[in-house]
């Protein structure tokens, strides 16, 4: 049935149910990639220098990994449960545990990319003079992004998951409506807050792809030459240290 009576015979496709709950559907969907958004964010800064910490050697590189993954391993329930008495029913709740399980997938990622960073190429900055700073930043960082930024789009897609959990303390997007809808079998109501919940996966994977082959124009040059990637990662600190001198 169509119209009204699709919401009176409660079923999956209700373009009704849409139309008539716009703006809860705008509200959720908002608070949804915001949480995403912030706790990805929080999660890559926290990350750096824990894969920083990680690459001084297998003394740090075991606790740090070890750690970040043990993290993964708790339940979401639990979690929340566990930095309830430190952030009470809030979203700083919900956005602490979205980071220390982004952490898993981001400090290995970022520490994949700066182990993969030529050792010659790290020899010829010094030699120019760089300090670790300026080494890190304009030269490490910058060849580090493609992993980097792959483990920002896996961690992306996993939070936009997870933040539906928030939903036990009301912080959670999308969640908010699909938890209710399913004890009350509001069939519209959780096909389309789920539908969104993928498009938003969708979404934000793409604009990551994208912004991922903006930032590192060289790897598509070597894919296009059928090159090795060592050597064309080797090209791109070139021009940045000839830029940086």
């Not at 009470?88 to 220390?100: C, I, K, P, R, Y």
Request: glycine content about 8%.
């Amino acid at each position: 049935m169509a119209g009204q009576n699709c919401l009176v015979a409660n079923d999956w496709f209700c373009w009704e149910y849409v139309t008539s709950r716009s703006q809860e559907l705008t509200d959720a969907t908002v608070q949804h990639v915001w949480i995403t958004a912030v706790s990805v964010l929080i999660g890559l800064v926290v990350a750096v220098p824990l894969a920083l910490l990680a690459r001084r050697g297998r003394r740090w590189a075991a606790p740090v990994l070890g750690l970040t993954t043990l993290l993964y391993t708790i339940p979401s329930l639990a979690m929340f449960s566990l930095l309830l008495p430190l952030f009470g029913l809030s979203a700083a709740l919900v956005v602490t545990g979205l980071v220390l399980y982004s952490l898993t997938i981001l400090v290995r990622n970022v520490l994949a990319g700066l182990e993969a960073v030529p050792e010659d190429v790290r020899e010829a900055a010094r030699g120019m003079g760089y300090g670790p700073g300026r080494l890190l930043w304009q030269v490490e960082l910058p060849l580090a992004l493609p992993a980097v930024l792959a483990g920002v789009r896996i961690a992306t897609v996993s939070t936009i998951a997870l933040t539906t959990v928030g939903s036990i303390v009301g912080k959670g997007g999308l969640g908010n409506l699909i938890a209710p809808a399913v004890n009350s079998s509001f069939k519209a109501q959780v096909l389309t807050a789920s539908v969104l919940c993928v498009l938003l996966a969708l979404v934000a994977d793409l604009l990551l792809l994208g912004t991922e082959r903006l930032l590192t124009p060289w790897t598509r040059a070597t894919r296009r030459a059928g090159a090795a990637p060592a050597p064309a990662a080797a090209d791109a600190p070139a021009d940045a240290l000839t830029k940086g001198a």
